[in-house]
C-alpha cells in the first residue's frame, strides 16, 4: 500500500500550474493518513517518531515531518476513518525520484517497517502549491 502511495504523485497536476516557491516554501508536501494495528498504539507511535520519521527525513529532498491525531471537528460527531496524520515537506525539482527513493527503501533495512502499523488503512496523497502561501495579518 505505502509503495503504491509513494509511485502516486501528479494527480490533478495539469490542471493547476506549479508556483515556484519563495525562499523558506516547500515545493510539495506529502499527506500519510494512518491507523496502529489493534491494540499496538504505543508500539505504533514509539515507532513511527523513533524509526519511520528518522528513515523517511535521510531521503535527499525530504525536509521535515511532523505528526498529528486526527479528531473530529466537533464531538458530537463520528470518530473519524483515520487515526493519524503525518505530513512530510519535500523540496524538490524533481519529485518523481524523491517518491520512488521512498518506494525503493520501505521494507529494507534504510527503512524498516513495523507490523504495529496496519498497512490496510495506510493512504496518502501528494500537495503541491497552486498559490502562495498567505499568513494572517501580512498581505
Known sequence: MIAAMASTTDRGAASHPTIAPEENDVRHQFFVRSNPAAGREDDYNRWYDEVHLPDVLRIPGMVSAQRFRITAPRPDEPAPEFGYLAIYEIDTEDLPAVMEQLRL???????????????????????????????????
Open 105 to 139: 527503501r520501505i521494507g529494507t533495512p534504510a527503512m524498516m517497517m513495523s507490523d504495529a502499523l496496519d498497512l490496510a488503512t495506510t493512504s496518502g496523497f501528494m500537495g503541491t502549491p497552486i498559490g502562495p502561501r498567505r499568513v494572517a495579518g501580512k498581505s
